[in-house]
């Protein structure tokens, strides 16, 4: 509602004022969730066709004391309105880093890392030189660090993203493209902006079952036509059936993640399960 000329007057029905209170005291402990180190990321593998985990998405999990597992559904659509995003993406990517830097020593030193930005975070002044920073410090080689962002960066300025995205690159990191197909942007888009990579959203892949492609198939298969003409690498996500996998293959996809191989797990499990595998 307006407030500037008082002429939009919104009456709070009790519960819009139990919502309410409820987001303002789940901002308040956002901000003592950084103090108090109540977030903590999790690592899903990307593998490929012939079995080989090529690296990693990092995906924030909120241990709330008294709430529990609060999911980054709830929370970081929250905190990109309240701008919380800024200080809570900025630990994710330097939590990445360390791990990146952790792993090369290794036998892990190849894996890659995906991190999801958000597009207030991506549009943050200072971005490119805390991306940078962090490189850096943590002596990160090029290409392993990769940025998931949505097509909605686009909604902002173009140019400026693209700009951004190759100053970025510059830096030696990679880009892929989340849940492509889900929004508003034309498929035009992906030719225009510099993505190294382009994920299928789950949502598709979701509504294929027993080897039965869904009616807007066509869309993966356009997706998967423009990533191979334009050299984008592809990755699927959200698979959890092999029948779900041999569709993808069958259509020209060649790397998956998805409960079909692991869920997302703390770095020690995750370190274990491929342990047990390379084995
Ligand atoms: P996303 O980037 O599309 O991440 C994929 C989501 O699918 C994750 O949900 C993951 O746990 C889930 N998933 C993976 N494999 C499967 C599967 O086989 N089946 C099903 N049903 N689900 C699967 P999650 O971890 O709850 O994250 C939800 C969303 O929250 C993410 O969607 C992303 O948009 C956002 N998010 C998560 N971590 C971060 C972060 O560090 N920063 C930002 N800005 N956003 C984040
Ligand atoms: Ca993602
Ligand atoms: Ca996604
Ligand atoms: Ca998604």
Redesign the pocket.
């Given at each position: 509602a307006k407030q500037a000329d008082g002429n939009d007057v919104c009456f709070f029905e009790p519960d819009m004022l139990a919502e309410v209170e409820q987001r303002f005291a789940l901002e308040q402990a956002l901000t003592q969730a950084l103090q108090q180190q109540e977030f903590l990321?999790?690592y899903?593998p990307q593998v490929t066709e012939a079995g080989k985990v090529l690296g990693v998405?990092?995906?924030?999990?909120w241990q709330h004391p008294e709430r529990g597992l609060v999911?980054?559904?709830y929370f970081?659509p929250l905190a990109?309105e309240s701008g919380q995003?800024e200080a809570?993406?900025r630990w994710?990517l330097q939590q990445a880093c360390q791990q990146l830097q952790r792993w090369q020593q290794t036998l892990f030193a190849d894996l890659t890392i995906a991190?999801?930005?958000?597009v207030r975070?991506f549009y943050q002044p200072d971005f490119v030189d805390m991306v940078a920073g962090l490189l850096q410090h943590y002596r990160i080689a090029p290409g392993l660090l990769k940025l998931?962002l949505?097509e909605s960066l686009v909604l902002t300025d173009l140019d400026d993203a693209v700009a951004r995205m190759q100053q970025l690159k510059a830096l030696g990191l990679r880009f892929a493209m989340?849940?492509f197909g889900t929004g508003y942007s034309s498929l035009s888009y992906l030719s225009r902006l510099p993505f190294d990579e382009v994920?299928i959203?789950?949502h598709f892949v979701?509504e294929c079952r027993d080897g039965h492609k869904p009616k807007d198939w066509v869309i993966v298969d356009a997706i998967i036509g423009i990533a191979n003409t334009f050299g984008m690498e592809l990755v699927a996500?959200?698979?959890?059936y092999k029948s779900q996998q041999q569709l993808l293959h069958a259509s020209g996809c060649y790397c998956y993640?998805?409960?079909?191989f692991a869920?997302?797990q703390p770095v020690t499990d995750f370190e274990h399960w491929l342990h047990q595998r390379q084995l």
């Open positions: 990321l999790v899903q998405e990092a995906l924030i999990r999911s980054p559904a970081i990109e995003i809570i993406g994710v991190v999801n930005i958000s975070q998931e949505t989340d849940d994920k959203d789950q979701r996500e959200g698979v959890e993640q998805g409960y079909l869920r997302p």
